[in-house]
């Protein structure tokens, strides 16, 4: 509304209204973001700590404690080879961070590149890289990481690949739209009107205006990414065993869930709440960014 | 006649590729402005008057013809000579909320201006800002506001101060007030006007509302399909219109009457402006004109002088 | 004299937002004779065009109603149901809007639109309808009518498509024609033809017609009485000559001295400083007081009523009879 400062009636106006701020403050009223915030900061630190305070190696067997309940020695009881299951799912975290950031930084970087050659460059580039990006769209993406990881083997890096390169399409989208919307818009060329150069324009203009689209968009990607490595992994396309990830746990619980249920409900529920944590802090960034919904 | 004009637009043409087909956007056009008069830019909507705005500051490239700006041909210079003589040549928009970062405050708006072209400190800047809040006539407090908390009557202030925060010879106003409440359209219009008095700046201003136009103008071009029909100092052009196309827009102004007996008649010719794709033969305006002959329907009139100094492009001219 | 058509009596209508209210009709009355031309005048936010819509029971959905009376045909509009009031509109009120593309529907002929209001309001059968349908195109000036009414709206330009829209009002030949800024969006070479259709339409048929425009050359020229609005409050209503010949409002008189017109080069220029208040309050005193010119301590305290001057003359301020006197 255009009303908030009348010249007649001076309004405080408040001094610290950069945009992160500003997002912030809306984003800190979404209280089940900044649960899912404080949630997804454990899952960094495990992550990060996890080799650390695992009670036990992954590769560790406990054959004497084989298809363990949760005790006092594995918090989250033993599979049928006797891993602990503790252990196996702070790797998982980890191994998982690693895979999700690597792949959304895949699609992302060549989301972006495709992207803004098709927005700059327009014509038969622009034409080329949108029906790229349709093709991409006509079948699951799931399915071309399965034929991508079938191509480049097990292991974290050819994970990373094969989640990250079909993801390029969605953010190749969303940046050409952008780059689109603001290249001939008035914003821009009432700055080349002042003499702002084409670096300027982008620093300055374009991106303070894009950075909060890309954000939302990176903040979805990573959740999905999650899913895509675990669905992977279910189908015997993900890490090697004994390399722990929650694909293979679960998939193992599966095949195992008579008589042994923590195998299922710890990395299961862990996984879970994991997923929604990410779903809920990106749809607080949605709403932190974008205030008014539109771009 | 003047003698060193700051702005010179010799016979340009622009035209636009719209899927395959070609619009003729400006055509054959020119003029001269004096330096700290008011040239006047008229017509409805499709008439090229703002593409004919964004010509002169070499925003859009021409297809042909010259500009010369301040003795120095710009048609052909490239960006890195031209973004520094953007200074002397600014432009106001219409919209002015669109035309600004809404992630940027109102004085980091202002202040971005001055230091594209490395003017002075960041001191200097930030004090600055607030001289041209108070000149344009706003409180310096809305300089922390984002543009989407302020009225479209403030914002085109804002936009005012960021044009002046360079020193131009020369503002591009198109439709400044158009989108303002009246009352606050005279406010802007006063202040473009104390500003031109004080800082002796060159206006062309472009606006379909002829009083505003004439107001402010000295000389007046009326552009009809990318086209000048009719260019005159403002006086003669009210006084003596040539061209029907003006007639035809003088007689459309409703005047609040003197009483309601002399209202006026809602007279006005029939059909509407034609699609700029493919315009109309010969005289593009033939279609609507109430005076039409066959001449009109096939050939081009060329401009005529109705006086030395009035110019009208019409065959019934002369 | 005749009953009024359409009266609207103290009329108040809230809007709530996620931090505050905003009081955008304060109290707003006023009537419109059978035959008779009202132009609505206002800045944006005087609440001109919330005031007709809401009586309408057009109303955005944080908007509410928060008291009034709107007489039409001895019924209170606000007391119906939106069936009762969808019967209404359309069958015994027209109305248009500025931008007659986002109220056309894109994907159904024009003329099927034009058909489908008689149908809807059992003003005609089929046949007939389609008869007048062509009839209607023709009287607005639409070339070959028959051609025409397959076309769909992007097929049109914008003058041809306000008059789609009017003929759509026009279809059940309506008692009254609400049009809200009919011709802001067009050229004024295209302005004069819409008015002057809706001149004729309205001569022809002795149709009530109210204009809201922020144009006072439009309204002037137009409307045989003048409704001044500001901040959601009447501030003067009277005949068009009293309007012209006699403002004694001061906002009234701002404006009249805000509109630069033809002929007028050298004239000085006397803006109203500032601008419209926000109304998140409701006005206890004049809202146009810290703008004013004429102000004293009593503007700034009490709030002024509507009252007459003269007749047919009403004003809301304390001190009219100065800026009648001052304005002559």
Known sequence: MAIAVSQTRPVAVKKNRSQFYQSWKRFRKNYFAVGGLVWVAIFFIIGIIGPWIAPYSYTDADFLAMHAPPSAHHIFGTDQVGYDQFTQILYSVRYALEIALGATCVSFIIGIVLGLWAGLAGGIADMLIMRGVDFMFALPSFFFALILSVLLGKGLFPMILAIGVPGWAGYARLIRSLVLSMRNGEMVEAARALGASQTHIAARYMFPNVVGSMVVSLAFGIPADLTAQAGLSIVGMGLNPPMPSFGNMLANASSNILGFPWLLYFPASIFAITLLAFLFVADGLQEAFNPRGGM | ?318 | MAEPILSIEDLRVEFDRSEDKVYAVNGVSFQIDPGQALGIVGESGSGKSVTLMSALGLIRENGKVKSGVVQFEGKNLLKMSSRQLEDIRGREIGVIFQDPMTSLNPVMSIGDQIMETMLTHHYAGHREAFDRTIQLLHEMGIPDPKARFKNYPHEFSGGMRQRIMIAIALACEPQLLIADEPTTALDVTVQMQILALLQSQRERKNMSVAIITHDFGVATNFCDKIVVLYAGQVMEMADTSAFIQNPAHPYTLGLKNSIIEVGQRGRKLEPIPGMAPTLTEPPTSCSFADRCPFVTDRCREELPKLRSVESNHLVACHRAEEVLARAN
């Open chain 2, 1 to 318: 006649m003047p003698t060193n004009p700051l702005v010179k637009v010799e016979n340009v043409s622009k035209r636009f590729r719209v899927r395959g087909r070609e619009l003729h956007a400006v055509s054959n056009v020119s003029f001269e402005i004096e330096a700290g008069k008011t040239f006047g830019l008229v017509g409805e909507s499709g008439s090229g008057k703002s593409t004919l705005g964004r010509l002169v500051l070499r925003l859009l490239d021409a297809n042909e013809g010259r500009i010369t700006f301040n003795g120095k041909d710009i048609t052909n210079l490239p960006n890195r000579q031209l973004r520094p003589l953007r200074q002397e040549m600014q432009i106001i928009f219409q919209d002015p909320q669109a035309s600004m970062s809404p992630r940027m405050t109102i004085g980091r708006a202002i202040e971005d201006a001055m230091e594209i072209h490395k003017i002075g400190t960041k001191q200097s800047r930030r004090k600055r800002v607030d001289e041209l809040l108070e000149r344009v006539g706003l409180p310096s407090f809305v300089k922390y506001a984002f543009p989407h908390e302020l009225s479209g009557g403030q914002l085109q202030r804002i936009g005012i101060a960021r044009a002046l925060s360079l020193n131009p010879k020369l503002i591009v106003c198109d439709e400044p007030v158009s989108a303002l409440d009246v009352s606050i359209q005279v406010q802007v219009i006063h202040l473009l006007q104390e500003l031109q008095r004080d800082l002796n700046l060159t206006y062309i201003f472009i606006a379909h509302n002829l009083a505003v136009v004439e107001y402010l103008s000295d000389e007046i071009a009326v552009l009809y399909l990318g086209e000048v029909v009719e260019q005159a100092p403002a006086e003669k052009l009210f006084k003596n219109p040539s061209h029907p196309y003006t007639q035809v827009l003088l007689q459309s102004i409703l005047k609040i009457p003197e009483d309601p007996s002399s209202r006026q008649k809602m007279t006005h010719i029939q059909g509407e402006i034609p699609s700029p794709f493919n315009p109309p033969s010969g005289c593009t305006f033939h279609p609507r004109c109430p005076f039409a002959t066959d001449v009109c329907r096939t050939q081009k009139p060329v401009a005529k002088h109705v006086d030395d100094d009035h110019k009208a492009t019409c065959h019934l001219i002369g």
